[in-house]
């Protein structure tokens, strides 16, 4: 016999007080751009930590402000529906290096393929990071670039 509980598939067997859990329904559904490419879901807004070039400038900066357990990672992947470590990253969509917080609201599972994925948006963020602190770009236009749509930001820097 099979039922809904809380939003699982679950089955149980005659003779048997054991629920079995047979799948996990996501609470959070991964958006897509017009070419296929994942985006966060609209759970996942981004959150900033900081607006202050200066603080976010500072070499090691972005280190010292990682702070997301394991089990933060793993409860995001169970949000997204994610079952198994590996393959992809547990992402800042708003990254360390241009003032993203370490929040819920801005950890998303990004997978490294299919391209562009994770290793992608990485160089983006290393770009944006060096174009804020050489006075190229403004913090704020760094930030709301990539959380809008990483890969519509990646394709208007020329995919760096």
């Given amino acids: 016999m099979e039922r809904m509980i809380r939003g699982r598939r679950v089955a149980w067997s005659r003779g048997s007080a054991l629920w ?3 799948s996990v329904a996501s609470a959070h559904e991964y958006r897509h751009t017009e070419d296929g490419v994942p985006l966060p879901a609209v ?3 981004g959150d900033i930590r900081t607006t202050d070039t200066g ?6 900066a972005a280190k010292r402000a990682r702070d997301v357990s394991q089990a933060t990672k793993d409860r995001v992947r169970r949000l997204y529906g994610v079952r198994v470590r590996g393959r992809h990253e547990i992402d800042h969509l708003i990254p360390l290096a241009i003032g993203g917080s370490n929040d819920l609201r801005n950890l998303w599972p990004q997978a490294y393929e299919p ?4 290793l992608e948006k990485d160089r983006l963020e290393l770009y944006l ?3 804020v602190c050489k006075g190229r ?3 704020p236009v760094a930030q709301a670039c990539i959380r809008t749509d990483w890969y519509a930001c990646w394709m208007q820097w020329g995919r760096p």
Avoid at 55 to 60: D, F
């Fill in 20 to 22: 079995l859990v047979v």
């Fill in 43 to 45: 759970e996942t807004p």
């Fill in 137 to 139: 770009l403004t913090l």
């Fill in 55 to 60: 603080e976010t400038c500072v070499p090691g």
């Fill in 115 to 118: 391209s562009p994925g994770a």
């Fill in 129 to 131: 990071y060096h174009a």
